[in-house]
């Protein structure tokens, strides 16, 4: 078994998740402590402001550069926290723009300065070759979903609820069927931000206060985006556009609707299979609206990832740490089901400039094996 840190700073852009996980890359071995570091108000501020003008930046512009340092430098501050005995890390890096009907996907995040500064070797840029497949890119979560449900009664949904949502089915069998559900709390969050200056709606108290906009949801859910079929994948701006139909409403009533249509984008989703039970993972599931948005519009039991004993808010941070064993040892980190790509692709690339001798020697001896 590898021992592994995992780093997923999601679209979300509230800071950096850090896990521990022992794994082979095919099963759990072990899952370890985890930390979430903040980002700075002032450093969420300018990648927010990144992701606004991500279309036409060059990747040599000085503030984005220094963005992305800072950003590094963060999660080299999580890995320390951790204080993991570990072989090696998975760094997905900070989304800045996703557009997979144009082939492009871009997460900044200096991995030469990463394991320089912690001395191990890191696995990165774990999109681009299932882009290059024809793939979506996105969403990477199912395999590791898969393995963690191995032992479980199957069919079963997990459904993460960051920025944007996703879902994975797992059939009984195993096999997976994934793709972006539609808005996660990116939206809710701007929304908060703009009208509160809070950047979410803590505990779901604005969404509570207001009554849904039935004429205001229609047009937000009547995007080509939910006509497609699965594989789909999202940017986090991707509905922006549409809050030019909540500038009438008021801080709790656009609040509601907003809540609503995270709810209703899931419940919308045509199912290859009918799941025993929901169970939710990421920041949503601790606002409250959302979640009994999701018990009244779904069929099956919905609940937080707690309930089988996983932690939410370090899921995604171990599944790239188990994606990173899987790209050492060459095995696929997506495919068909997930996100589209005509084969099932390996990907990732490992940087080991700051890595000792002996910690080579331990990836040397499981890579591609």
């Known amino acids: 078994m590898i021992r592994a840190i995992g780093l997923m700073s999601g679209t979300a852009l509230d800071g950096v ?85 144009e082939g492009r996907t871009w997460q900044i995040g200096d991995a030469a300065l990463l394991s320089g500064e912690t001395g191990l070797p890191v696995v990165h840029d774990f999109r681009s070759a299932d882009m290059a497949a024809g793939g979506e890119g996105a969403p990477l979560v199912p395999l590791f979903h898969a393995a963690l449900t191995r032992q479980m009664p199957r069919p079963v949904a997990i459904l993460n609820i960051g920025g944007v949502a996703n879902v994975s089915l797992v059939g009984q069998d195993g096999a997976l069927v994934a793709c972006d559900t539609g808005p996660g709390n990116a939206l809710l969050d701007d929304w908060a931000l703009r009208h509160t200056g809070v950047p ?42 549409g809050l030019a139909a909540l500038s009438r409403l008021s801080a ?23 799941p025993r039970q929901w169970l939710v993972c990421g920041g949503g599931r601790h606002n409250p609206v959302l979640m009994d948005g999701l018990r009244e519009h779904l069929s099956a039991p919905v609940a ?3 309930i089988v004993g996983w932690n939410g808010d370090a899921l995604e941070a ?52």
């Open 17 to 101: 998740d850090a896990a521990c996980i022992e794994t082979d890359g095919e099963t759990i071995h072990a899952t370890g402590p985890a930390v979430t570091i903040p980002y700075p108000a002032s450093l969420r501020r300018r990648l927010r402001d990144i992701l606004d003008c991500a279309a036409s930046l060059s990747p040599d512009d000085a503030d984005l550069r220094a963005a992305e340092r800072d950003m590094t430098h963060q999660h080299v501050e999580a890995v320390r926290a951790l204080g993991c005995d570990a072989d090696l890390v998975g760094f997905h890096g900070q989304t800045i723009l996703h557009r997979p009907e």
């Open 318 to 369: 171990q599944c790239f740490g188990f994606l990173a064993v899987r790209s050492l040892r060459g095995l696929p980190l997506s495919g068909p089901g997930t996100t589209g790509a005509a084969i099932p692709v390996t990907g990732g690339r490992l940087e080991a400039r700051g890595a000792p001798e002996a910690a080579m020697r331990v990836l040397n001896r499981w890579r591609a094996t």
């Open 252 to 274: 709790v009533d656009g609040a509601a609707t907003l809540a609503a249509f995270t709810v209703r984008a899931v419940a919308s989703l045509p199912l290859p299979f009918q």
């Open 200 to 241: 979410y709606d803590r505990d779901g108290r604005l969404a509570r206060a207001g009554q849904i906009d039935h004429a205001v949801l229609a047009i937000l859910m009547s995007d080509p985006f939910f006509v497609r079929a699965a594989p789909k994948s999202l940017d986090r701006l991707a509905f922006h556009q």
């Open 304 to 306: 937080p990832v707690e």
